[in-house]
């Protein structure tokens, strides 16, 4: 049963290194992202256009609003639908200035479709889960036929001892007074039934 205990870590490690490799695909890629759009927004800036075209437009919306009163966004602003729900919110506001980030949270099904479209990190996962729900299963069945068997009786016990000890000195004395030992191992027999039905 010893050895079940090690595969049971083993593929849990197994397991957790294959999240740990698909989480850093999927956060690699989301970083990436939003790295692209926050740079296409400040080229944007750059050449003074008041609606700048993000490629990535679901990661992110910008917000730029000057002294003089002129918004410049990026282009999914007003064309995208704005669950603030979904989006983490940071704002600056400096001398009129005033500079808003959303940006879309994590989510669990982004995260599964990149574990799964991740074959690599898909397969390590789903070994080491194998091999977590194996040990686990064998540990169950031990431990369900541990219970099945019976449990040893203690040998040690005084008085079933001490009436085998008697019924010996009994047979021992049967050549010497043979009617009296018939009846006291007959008797000390008895005894000795009685207690290891009561065990039973």
Request: a positive charge.
């Amino acid at each position: 049963m010893l050895w079940r205990v090690p595969l049971l870590i083993l593929g849990f490690v197994i397991f957790s290194f294959g999240q740990w490799m698909a989480f850093e695909v999927y956060s690699f890629n989301k970083l990436r992202k939003i790295s692209e759009n926050t740079s296409a927004f400040i080229h944007g800036l750059h050449r003074g256009e008041s609606s700048i075209k993000i490629p990535n437009p679901s990661e992110n919306i910008f917000t730029l609003s000057t002294r003089e009163g002129k918004l410049i966004t990026s282009n999914n602003a007003l064309t995208s639908p704005l669950n603030t729900e979904d989006f983490t919110y940071a704002n600056y506001s400096k001398e009129g200035v005033q500079a808003s980030t959303y940006t879309r949270k994590i989510t669990l099904g982004e995260y599964i479709n990149t574990f799964i479209e991740n074959p690599f990190a898909f397969g390590v996962s789903l070994s080491g889960l194998t091999l977590f729900i194996v040990g686990l299963v064998l540990m169950v069945l031990q431990a369900k036929t541990s219970r099945k068997l019976p449990k040893e009786t203690p040998l040690q016990d005084e008085k079933l001892i001490k009436s085998l000890k008697a019924l010996r000195t009994a047979l021992a004395m049967s050549s010497v007074i043979p009617k009296e030992s018939l009846e006291e191992s007959k008797r000390i027999l008895e005894d000795i039934i009685k207690r290891m039905e009561g065990r039973q």
